[in-house]
């Protein structure tokens, strides 16, 4: 089997909600836990983080990942889904899974796998503890796929456990409601397993707060007692004085993410990082720094409020549902830009119209559908935008709404691409 034969396999024969959607979503572990008992329950053979969440569990766990690395530790990263290449899901210290191990499971456990008929990101899973196990490293950050209850990744018992924003996505899955969503991302919470809620919103801390005490877990809202302030941002960096019960904590801390959304992340990624050195992780100051401040760098994320070109600035950002287009829109008219020129496409599965609403109708848009299954074909799309009053045109695809931007942009002006992590994932210079 060369690589592309085993990709072709595992995209043709097992249900890929990146492809296909909610079809391919298995609401039980049985599967799950049927491979890694075939595998030698390869989870429990290295330590592990947690991380759940609506927004922000991508980039918790990228920075998460990087102070470990940068603190000496073997660290592996499982982060779904890939922009580019499959191999960004799985990563030792950045280094992305081996294209040569990936044939090499999927040809020795492809009976395996016709038996138990996995999802795609039930194999994703399993493949992962396994590299992790094999490669014997010494911790690892987990980040949830969907959900949290019924997510593949579910059968670890972590060190900590973080909950990152909730708000509402997925909610054919999940439940209609914010107060059940969050109950199902509280699924993660293990007994005595110490849980960091990043960001306290009144409505739900009580879900939480209920699992918490049935399982028997320490709980803490990172923000009960961690405040951080904007000393300074740009497209590169952002610079923060952290502030814990009041005092000073951490002055000028850097970090390299540059979304606005990146504030509600850190108090989470600190908390947590406070109680693994309580536990007996060592973490050093400057490796939190260096960590923090080199995280892209690190362990090779991308597409988070991420800079492709300049005049006209260029930039792309992966959120994708209303609390992460709030989030964008916010920073969008942050910039005072003379007009942003808007490449938006959409999966075919979310509150689209709660998202279009959103969007201002003075910017230009060009409509798109991402090279997937699950895309939201673009006269539909251009159809709901014209109900909320957003004017622009349909493109076949990314490339060529990309283009069109790119032609009708003037150099102080800017260009935003998203609106579905797929449409990100098909920029050329990404």
């Not at 060369?2 to 391919?24: F, H, K, S, V, W």
């Not at 889904?81 to 899901?89: A, N, V």
């Not at 992966?318 to 020129?341: C, F, P, R, S």
Request: proline share 3%.
């Amino acid at each position: 089997m060369t690589y592309q034969e085993c990709l072709d396999y595992l995209y043709q024969q097992l249900p890929m909600y990146q492809r296909i959607g909610n079809a391919a979503f298995k609401k039980s572990l049985d599967n799950i836990i049927a491979l890694c008992e075939e595998l030698g329950q390869p989870q429990h053979q290295f330590k592990t983080i947690h991380v759940a969440g609506t927004n922000g569990k991508g980039s918790s766990s990228h920075m998460l990942a990087a102070v470990l690395q940068e603190s000496g530790y073997k660290t592996g990263l499982y982060t779904s889904p890939h922009l580019k290449s499959f191999t960004e899901r799985v990563r030792i210290n950045g280094q992305e899974l081996p294209k040569k191990y990936l044939v090499q499971f999927v040809e020795q456990y492809q009976q395996l796998f016709e038996r138990v008929k996995p999802s795609f990101f039930e194999m994703t899973v399993a493949l992962a503890f396994k590299y992790f196990a094999d490669e014997k490293v010494d911790i690892a950050v987990i980040e949830v796929g969907l959900g949290g209850r019924l997510d593949s990744t579910n059968i670890i018992t972590p060190e900590v456990s973080l909950i990152t924003n909730i708000g509402l996505d997925h909610q054919a899955l999940l439940g209609d409601d914010i107060t059940t969503i969050a109950s199902e991302k509280a699924g993660i919470i293990k007994a005595g397993v110490p849980v960091v809620i990043s960001t306290k919103q009144e409505e739900i801390e009580a879900v939480f707060e209920i699992r918490a005490a049935k399982e028997g877990a320490p709980l803490y809202f990172a923000t009960d007692n961690l405040r951080v302030e904007l000393i300074h941002s740009d497209m590169q960096q952002q610079v923060f004085d952290v502030f814990e019960d009041g005092l000073i904590y951490l002055k000028d801390l850097e970090i390299d993410l540059a979304g606005i959304y990146q504030r509600n992340n850190l108090p989470g990624v600190l908390k947590v990082l406070e109680l693994l050195h309580r536990n007996g992780i060592c973490i050093t100051w400057e490796a939190l720094r260096k960590g923090l401040a080199n995280t892209k760098s690190i362990t090779g994320l991308k597409g988070r409020w991420q800079a492709l070109s300049e005049k006209p600035l260029t930039i792309c950002d992966t959120g994708h549902n209303i609390d992460g287009m709030k989030q964008i829109v916010l920073q969008l008219k942050e910039m005072h830009a003379n007009q942003v020129h808007f490449v938006f496409g959409a999966v075919n599965d979310k509150d689209i119209t709660g998202i279009l609403d959103l969007l201002p109708p003075h910017y230009r848009y060009y409509f798109c559908q991402a090279n997937i299954p699950r895309a939201l074909p673009v006269k539909e799309l251009l159809e709901k935008a014209q109900l909320v009053g957003l004017n622009g045109d349909a493109y076949e695809s990314v490339a060529m709404a990309i283009n069109a931007a790119k032609a009708s942009a003037a150099p102080d002006e800017v260009i935003f691409i998203g609106g579905s992590t797929f449409v990100v994932a098909e920029i050329e210079e990404l």
